[in-house]
C-alpha cells in the first residue's frame, strides 16, 4: 500500500468514526460538531486522492475552530443541562489519538517526499489534524465537565489557533 493509498484508508476511518459518534450523540451542538468533521475528512480524503492522481491541488483554509467555538458558545447561551456518560469521554480520546496518528503521519510522510507541492499539501493536512485533535479535545474536556468547560474560558482557547496560527 503507498503512501496516497494509507492517507486515504486512514481519512476514511475517521470520516466513519465521526459519523458514528454524531449519531451517538444527544446534544444538536454536539452532532453539529462531529459531521463537521466528518466533512473535513472527506475534503482531506479528497486531497490525497487528487495528489495521488498527480493532479495538482491546493488546500483551502477552514473555518472548523471558528465554527466549533462558535457552536459551543450557543450551547453556553443555551439553559440546557449536560449530561454525560463517562464512556463518552473515552470515544473523544479515542477521536483525539486518531488525530493525534494522523498528524505524525501527515509530518513524516512531508518529510520524505521530494515535490514541494506535496510537501506543502502534506504540511497543511497535519495542521488541519492539529486543529481536529484540539476540537475532540476539548469535546472531550466538554463531556467530562460540561458546566466547567462551558462557564470558564476553555472554548476561547481556540482563538489562539484560528487563522491557522498554531
Not at 449530561?83 to 493525534?100: G, M, N, P, R
Request: charged residues 35%; hydrophobic residues 35%; negative net charge.
Amino acid at each position: 500500500m503507498n503512501i496516497f493509498e494509507f492517507a486515504m484508508d486512514k481519512e476514511k476511518y475517521s470520516e466513519l468514526y465521526y459519523r458514528d459518534l454524531a449519531e451517538r450523540a444527544s446534544y444538536p451542538g454536539l452532532r453539529n460538531i462531529l459531521n463537521m468533521l466528518a466533512d473535513e475528512e472527506v475534503k482531506h480524503y479528497h486531497t490525497v486522492e487528487q495528489m495521488k492522481a498527480g493532479v495538482p491541488t491546493d488546500m483551502a483554509d477552514t473555518p472548523v475552530l471558528a465554527n466549533t467555538r462558535e457552536i459551543f458558545e450557543k450551547m453556553r447561551e443555551s439553559a440546557e443541562k449536560f449530561d454525560f456518560h463517562v464512556s463518552e469521554a473515552d470515544l473523544y480520546a479515542k477521536a483525539a489519538k486518531i488525530e493525534e496518528e494522523s498528524k505524525r503521519f501527515y509530518q513524516q510522510k512531508a518529510e520524505e517526499v521530494k515535490d514541494a507541492g506535496q510537501k506543502r499539501i502534506l504540511k497543511r493536512l497535519a495542521d488541519e489534524e492539529q486543529k481536529h485533535w484540539l476540537i475532540v479535545d476539548r469535546l472531550r474536556s466538554f463531556v467530562a465537565r460540561p458546566e466547567t468547560f462551558l462557564e470558564n474560558a476553555e472554548i476561547y482557547h481556540f482563538n489562539d489557533y484560528v487563522g491557522g496560527q498554531f
